[in-house]
Nanobody, 124 residues
């Protein structure tokens, strides 16, 4: 099980911004990483992913143009800058690690375990 630590969530008004962070063990710094979210009563959905080097970002349709994913190599971490937040962005946000260096390994991945996530609440 990968030990992941998400942080940065909170309560923000619609139109505001938040920056989420996720750290992973150093041994995963050659793997793609990404963000997912799950709103109450809904299935978990893909948000954004980036490859091992921090390039080749890919976004879900609902966040493209508003969210930006980035990566630090040391420590091994990804960040999600969320701008122009909407009430429909309210969810628990999770990160995870793909099984290869490619962004697609996150986009198309099936994951057995998840961290605790970080709550993002956007008020209207």
């Amino acid at each position: 099980q990968v030990q992941l630590e998400e942080s940065g969530g909170g309560l923000v008004q619609a139109g505001g911004s938040l920056r989420l962070s996720c750290t992973a063990p150093r041994r995963f710094n050659s793997y793609a990483m990404g963000w997912f979210r799950q709103a109450p009563g809904k299935e978990r959905e893909f948000v954004a992913a980036v490859d091992w080097s921090g390039d080749d970002p890919y976004y879900g349709d609902s966040v493209r143009g508003r969210f930006t994913i980035s990566r630090d190599r040391v420590p091994n971490a990804i960040h999600l800058q969320m701008n122009d937040l909407k009430s429909e962005d309210t969810a628990v946000y999770y990160c995870n690690v793909g099984n290869s260096a490619s962004t697609l390994s996150v986009v198309q991945g099936n994951f057995d375990s998840w961290g605790q996530g970080t709550q993002v609440t956007v008020s209207a």
